[in-house]
């Protein structure tokens, strides 16, 4: 499949070797497709518009303006646009990962880290080769090893009978069964389901639907839709109902959530804690 067709071409599939750090951003259209890679240097991955997920193991990340997906050194991983996206990839040398995750985690961006990723885009920054570059790639290295870190935030889990859920539910969030419905179509208790599910996943059957209604909402807030569409088509008759929900899942209303994103928080704004 070519670029045309959502793709990225294998020369621009692993980016540039880090001296400390590479830098890209770079818009990809929804739909577009990161195959199966693991790089030897850390990863950073953020969309700074629109929402990425990234396959890990089988389990689902997501970044989106508020978060950001770090990979340790040879971290096998595979991603896709879920919407248009400006997506920025930061390598970062092994020596320099010592104090970020050792482990594949979500992290919550706080202000420095986006204006640094933000000054890097508009100069168009690849390697950071001025002294005062530097100094900003050390700030920001910094504030990422202090960011409140997550694990997995919508986890497909590792039973077969969760999985089959779960890949459907991420397929179109949208559309989500109730769990009576899904032990009809599974032929499984309710509560046999639920206990399966949580057992699974780590978080119960309509948290699962909550986040995955929730990120779903912030793509289509980015891409310009109305309060009133994005409710009706998460399932919502009163949109006031949705703002509710989207307020207790991100601490913040949708206008609050695309005032973030744009770059002009409000005050008092806040984010959701993930697991």
């Not at 770090?70 to 930061?90: F, G, M, R």
């Not at 949109?239 to 899942?249: D, E």
Request: hydrophobic share 40%; glycine share 6%; with cysteine.
């Amino acid at each position: 499949m070519s670029e045309q067709e959502g793709v990225m071409k294998p020369s621009e599939l692993t980016g540039e070797t880090p001296i400390s750090i590479w830098f890209r951003n770079k818009s990809w259209p929804a739909g577009t497709q990161f195959p199966l890679q693991a790089l030897p240097w850390g990863k950073l991955m953020y969309s700074m518009k629109g929402l990425a997920e990234i396959n890990i193991e089988n389990n689902i990340y997501l970044s989106t303006p508020e978060y950001a997906i770090w990979l340790p050194v040879n971290t096998e991983h595979e991603s896709v646009a879920k919407s248009a996206i400006d997506y920025v990839i930061l390598h970062v040398s092994p020596p320099l990962c010592q104090p970020l995750p050792g482990k594949p985690q979500t992290l919550r961006l706080n202000k420095i880290v986006k204006a640094v990723l933000a000054d890097f885009s508009e100069r168009r920054i690849g390697y950071p080769h001025t002294p005062q570059d530097q100094t900003l790639v050390t700030a920001l290295l910094e504030q990422l090893a202090l960011s409140e870190r997550f694990d997995s935030y919508l986890p497909l889990g590792s039973d077969d009978v969760v999985k089959i859920m779960t890949e459907k539910m991420s397929a179109a969030p949208h559309d989500l069964n109730t769990l009576i419905q899904w032990s009809g179509m599974l032929g499984l208790s309710e509560r046999t389901l639920s206990r399966r599910f949580l057992a699974a996943t780590g978080i119960s059957f309509n948290e699962w639907k909550l986040r995955s209604k929730t990120l779903m909402a912030m793509t289509l807030l980015q891409e310009g839709k109305a309060v009133k569409y994005v409710a009706s088509t998460l399932g919502y008759s009163d949109p006031s109902a949705f703002i509710a929900m989207f307020r207790r899942q991100t601490g913040q209303s949708p206008s609050g959530f695309l005032a973030v994103s744009h770059g002009t928080p409000k005050t008092g704004s806040g984010i959701m804690h993930g697991e």
